[in-house]
């Protein structure tokens, strides 16, 4: 019998779980279908449609809508594996996959109450607690296991200008954009600033948002990045929001100027923050916006070799090759 690994993940347009999940997902389903094609099926279990259509365009694998109703119909072999990376499983599930003993591994889960067997994997969540191993459940956590592209375990100084002006301003506030931070930080910046403006709209960003009518010579706006690494080095400064894109400005070895944008992203915010390697914007709001201008010259102002000595050992990037490591040890084992 062909065994399953079922990918139980969530992603939407940032009202309950932000798009990051299902590009971190993705890249292990990537790793583990070249490594286990063989060995095993694949699954995807998924609440909302915006993650169920990236899924679908990248995959052609099974997806199941994820519900309590649905999940009576999956039938679990013992020896199938759950990922999950939702912030924490719903205990139903858990309980359903305690009662057959189901491997499994999980993401950023702090609750252990019905977690009885498998791996936590906290590259994200450790900043809001750290949890110790028990009895069948192995820990990791920390920013060695923070899931970046693998371009970014590649380090390279940032171009500095000469006579240390800045002139670029990259703009990233991955997923859906839903609250219209790249149109309110753009307009501001265009309105009060001489600066270029470089902007990243992912896919998923609805095409009634108004970044798509905003036009300005000094506006390039950027399409289905490949590589978004290579575009941050061609800049001077990183405006983004708490999540993905802060992590991977900060493995770039910038000091990015980032927003609160929803309540989840706080307790890394904080982290970075206590620890002097980014720059704190506050609440995303249009009085926060106002200090954009001041926040900037504080930049100007960085010993920029210290900061990317310092943030680009704070996370190596090398995070998708241990975690990696880990799944196929734990797969196998």
Known sequence: ??????????????????????????????????????????????????????????????????????????????????????????????????????????????????????????????????IDSKKNIKIYQGTDYLILDKSFSKKKFPFQRKGGFLKKIFICSGGADYKNFLFKITSFLLRYTTYEINVVIGSSVKKNNKIFNLKNKRLNKFFNIANIKDLMEKNDVIICTGGTIMFESISTGFKPIVFENYKHQKYAIRYFLNKDQIIYAKKFNDKNISNLDLLINKIDKLNKIRSFKKNTKEIDGKGLFRVNKILIDYING
């Open 1 to 130: 019998m062909i065994k399953t690994i079922f990918f139980r993940v969530d992603g939407d347009d940032g009202k309950y779980s932000g798009l990051g999940h299902i590009s971190r997902t993705l890249k292990f389903y990537t790793f583990l279908k070249k490594k286990l094609n063989n060995k095993f099926k694949f699954v995807f279990l998924s609440k909302y449609k915006e993650g169920i259509n990236i899924i679908k365009n990248q995959t052609n694998e099974k997806i199941i809508r994820f519900s309590k109703e649905s999940l009576k119909k999956i039938n679990f072999n013992k020896n199938d594996i759950v990922i999950i990376d939702t912030l924490g499983a719903e205990n139903f599930f858990l309980k359903k996959l305690n009662k057959k003993k189901i491997k499994k591994v999980s993401f950023d889960e702090l609750d252990l109450k019905n977690f009885k067997l498998g791996l936590i994997i906290n590259g994200i969540l450790f900043t809001k607690k750290k």
